[in-house]
Antibody
Framework: EVQLVESGGGLVQPGRSLRLSCTAS????????MSWVRQAPGKGLEWVGF??????????EYAASVKGRFTISRDDSKSIAYLQMNSLKTEDTAVYYC??????????????WGQGTLVTVSS | QTVVTQEPSLTVSPGGTVTLTCASN?????????PNWFQQKPGQAPRALIY???NKHSWTPARFSGSLLGGKAALTLSGVQPEDEAEYYC???????????FGGGTKLTVL
């Protein structure tokens, strides 16, 4: 059974840092890209960032709202994807979800999602 | 700035049919945008329904279908059930440095 479990959320002051983890199980982690998506309270979904498989360089892409502040990485040996969030702002307050992304010649598929972890940025 | 637009809200009667759409301000949505559709109920994580325009997951009820319609991505629910009341989001792929953009969501009410 595919499972994604986010952890590391909590209350943090503006300007500080936080690292989220997404621990995967039930599939070969290295075979998939991973993405982070967030949802501010009462708002819609916002794509945050994406990390490719190592076979495709393990490169990353980010939304303009977080570029330069957030960094996604992965440890395939542990089946974990990370979201390092620096210089946090109050507007980063949201539930953060990780999602598995299947990428192929004719496929882009955000098929499995974690349950999310809440990040609250407040003084 | 890339904007993906969905109907903010729609209402449908049980047993009825409803189509939700997903438009891009960059022009017509094609299969190259690999439209994904998700369902989200209050307090729950999003659940994938459709990927790459029209492909269903093993858990996607048969009454859900995806297509391209009039330059937009579309999600059609046929024979709507009360449990289909939820928020629905589309996701489009643009490639490049910021490849993915979500629509604002459609709140579907079954009444």
């Amino acid at each position: 059974e595919v499972q994604l479990v986010e952890s590391g959320g909590g209350l943090v002051q503006p300007g500080r840092s936080l690292r989220l983890s997404c621990t995967a199980s039930g599939f070969t982690f290295g075979d998939y890209a991973m993405s982070w998506v967030r949802q501010a309270p009462g708002k819609g979904l916002e794509w945050v960032g994406f990390i490719r498989r190592k076979a495709y360089g393990g490169t990353t892409e980010y939304a303009a709202s977080v570029k330069g502040r957030f960094t996604i990485s992965r440890d395939d040996s542990k089946s974990i994807a990370y979201l390092q969030m620096n210089s946090l702002k109050t507007e980063d307050t949201a539930v953060y979800y990780c999602a598995r992304v299947a990428v192929g010649a004719l496929i882009r598929d955000f098929d499995y999602w974690g349950q999310g972890t809440l990040v609250t940025v407040s003084s | 700035q890339t904007v993906v637009t969905q109907e903010p809200s729609l209402t449908v009667s049980p047993g009825g049919t409803v189509t939700l759409t997903c438009a891009s301000n960059t022009g017509a949505v094609t299969s190259a945008y690999y439209p994904n559709w998700f369902q989200q109920k209050p307090g729950q994580a999003p659940r994938a329904l459709i990927y790459s325009t029209s492909n269903k997951h093993s858990w996607t009820p048969a009454r859900f279908s995806g297509s391209l319609l009039g330059g937009k991505a579309a999600l059609t629910l046929s024979g709507v059930q009360p449990e289909d009341e939820a928020e629905y989001y589309c996701l489009l792929y643009y490639g490049g440095a910021q490849p993915w953009v979500f629509g604002g969501g459609t709140k579907l009410t079954v009444l």
